[in-house]
């Protein structure tokens, strides 16, 4: 179940950054620090869906 979710995350967190690049919405730091805040919410839901098992 995480996979799939984990996956469709991936998939819409790229298509957003590159729309938001596109248009220089966003620069160079503003996209690591939202890389990084993914990433740490992907890592809490993989703990809390491995606490539900």
Do not use: P
Not at 3 to 11: D, L, R
Not at 16 to 31: F, G
Request: charged share 15%; proline share 0%.
């Amino acid at each position: 179940m995480f996979k799939k979710i984990g996956i469709m995350s991936v998939c819409i967190y790229i298509i957003i950054l590159y729309c938001l690049r596109m248009y220089h919405i966003i620069n160079n730091i503003e996209t690591i620090l939202l890389t990084v805040i993914c990433l740490m919410l992907l890592f809490f839901l993989r703990r809390l869906f491995d606490k539900a098992k």
